[in-house]
């Protein structure tokens, strides 16, 4: 590790063999934890290359438990985090406001390191019980339409460094990994991150994955999901796009409208309470719009925007959502 410290120092990058190697070293917890943090510091001075975050995908996925999900035609929605603005669980939200249309969604989390409440916390604080039994999995997206895969029972990398990274309290290229390290390989991906650089890097990732249907969103304003603060940019199958709310119909809100709280317990409530039909506009159309896009990536593109939006909105206000919900918590 001293070795590659000092390499890294001086500012030389890694090949793809290098960084998968030396992840699973690390997952192997063969280096004292000051040595694993001036490595992962490295990567919050300077940028990741495709190379490097390839292997370090490469190195999570050899060493992880997988689940088979075959028989479904499943989605992923899962944001990079790490944008630090503290809103409410949006894409968990979207998960089973998808769930409710008809759509079989494999959500892969963890708790939240730079923020109050990622989808692990408030899924945790309503009940929700994390386990990685196949047969159990495969019974909730067969019954609801969704299963959740709490990500340090999957991965043991994650794990080992999970202390660390709670210690440290920002983003780091764990968080970039986190939705190209789904465990049961879904062929369908809405991910959010937070900046236009990791935007074009997962889009060279999943455009070389047969099959892979994906949108990747990176709000302008540094959200890693569609916000309805600001213009936002979208990489999909067919390119680049940028869109404005207005663009999609939808009003302009202000970042305080999707405040998500300060403390988990807070959190859960404003999860309870969108999902039962009690959110305000704003929340409701925040939802709505993130899973407009995910039914929309389901529909092969097929669908335009605004049906895809409205079949979002039924699902969460009549009820259909909270019915999925309430199957598995």
Known sequence: MRKILERLYENEKLSKEEAKEILKRISSREFPDALVVSFITVFQMRGITIDE????????????????????????????????????????????????????????????????????????????????????????????????????????????????????????????????????????QLTGVFSRELARLYQYLFQNQRDKRYAVIYGLAGFDEISLTDDFIVRDNKGEHLF???????????????????????????????????????QNDVVCANAAMAIKIMNNDDKDFSSCFEEAKESLLGGKAQRCQEMIV
């Open 244 to 282: 404005t709310p207005g663009k999609l119909g939808l009003k302009k809100i202000k970042q305080e409208d999707i405040f998500g709280g300060n403390t988990v317990e807070e959190a859960a409530d404003i999860f309870r309470s969108i999902i039962s039909g009690k959110g305000t506009e704003a």
């Open 53 to 188: 975050l390839e292997g370090f995908r490469e190195a999570l996925l050899d060493l992880c438990l997988r689940v088979d999900f075959s028989e479904f035609d499943t989605i992923d929605m899962c944001g990079t985090g790490g944008d630090g603005k503290n809103t409410f669980n949006i894409s968990t939200l979207a998960s089973f406001v998808v769930a409710g249309a008809g759509y079989k969604v494999a959500k892969h989390g963890n708790y939240g390191v730079s923020s109050v409440s990622g989808s692990s916390n408030v899924l945790e604080a309503m009940g929700y019980k994390f386990t990685n039994d196949e047969k159990t999995l495969q019974d909730q997206l067969r019954d609801a339409n969704i299963t959740f895969l709490h990500a340090p029972l999957f991965h043991h990398a994650m794990a080992a460094v999970g202390p660390i990274r709670k210690e440290m309290k920002m983003k780091t290229f764990f968080n970039m990994l986190g939705p190209l390290v789904n465990p049961s390989d879904p062929k369908n």
